[in-house]
């Protein structure tokens, strides 16, 4: 079982702010949130802003400089290119549950979505330029990490994640005892309609919230078995990568995997957000964040597998729940890669992470959207789009799939 004063020590340089500021206060039912439009910090109960980390962008002043170029560069659209998929058969046996990526070169990115119907109003420049990246073949799991097989992982190893480890005294000074209680965030939709613009309105930190019990203490996952596993940091997602001798997959590999092989598709199925008038994915229908129609059938997280796959048989890689990458998020990485400053063959991302928004909070890509995406607030379920999360965060709405590499 891993050790908790270990895994602790280890974060002790990087507990979220706003977290930090919120389990000080008074009251156990601790307000939070995560900017979902400009994706998710999902801010976690075990990170403050990193301290003189020479492995962080925002810790030198040269950076500093050249982290105000990011917001200043101007993106110039660019045409999609056709997709040139390898033509090399898979490797052996496919292994249960994946499925085969051939690999190939593609048109990585997104247009600007405030001119497609369901794409919202934000600009989404971190997804530009549109540009060609050429990635190996891999195979990945079709559907993201099930409640059933997170539960054989833990049962096998007696693992505990992040959000069932209470917060040290010692990583939040002067903080009332009270607050200092294992748990994790969970949306709470508001009894009555709220600006969009302070999403600590539908964010609460819940005590007792785990994988186990997805919305509190009081909730299980009896019966749920199929339902994507939630609650889990990045460190718990690579723990159970790393058991099912599997991996977290790079952001170039889970964009060219949820394409399916076609060029420049708005969503894994075409481009019509509802072909038909037929749902195809588990997103928010009616008046966010207040009131959740469920005209797509569920109300919150589906179970996998209960949307038409994708070209290549994946489940859900549009809406359901948010999938963790493996490569550290930053807003200019395709401006890098396009330019040649950084690799566009089998790219694993930046060195390190930096968001404009939030110097010092280490930050890992995330992908797909989930049951929570609208048009009225964050349409990250469109291809090509991008999310963030606070590295050692979980929060209802955060799962994964793994891939595995040809042998």
Known sequence: MADRNTRNSKQDAQSPKLLHRLINSTGVQIGIGICAALLLWTCCRLAIPMKNNPASPASSSTSTTSEKKISQTRITPVAFETTKVASNASPGNTPEGMAWIPGGTFSMGCLDPRGIPYGGDKPMTDARPIHAVTIDGFWIDTTEVTNEQFNEFVKATEYVTVAEIPPRPEDFPGAPPENLVAGSIVFTPPDR???????????????????????????????????????????????????????????????????????????????????????????????FPTQNTAKDGFPGIAPVGKYPPNQYGLYDVSGNVWEWCADWYRPDTYQKQQSGESSAVNPTGPNASFDPQEPGVEKRIQRGGSFLCTDQYCSRYILGTRGKGEVSSGCNHVGFRCVQDAR
């Not at 309105?201 to 996952?221: D, E």
């Open 193 to 287: 309609p709220v600006p969009l613009s302070n999403h600590l309105q539908w964010w609460a930190y819940v005590p007792g919230a785990n994988w186990r019990h997805p919305l509190g203490p009081k909730s299980t996952i009896e019966g749920k078995e199929n339902l994507p596993v939630v609650h889990v940091a990045f460190e718990d997602a690579v723990a159970y990568a790393k058991w099912a001798g599997k991996r977290l997959p790079t952001e170039a590999e889970w964009e060219f995997a949820s394409r399916g092989g076609m060029t420049g598709n708005v969503y894994p199925w075409g481009n019509e957000f509802r072909p038909d008038g037929k749902w195809m994915a588990n997103t928010w229908q009616g008046q």
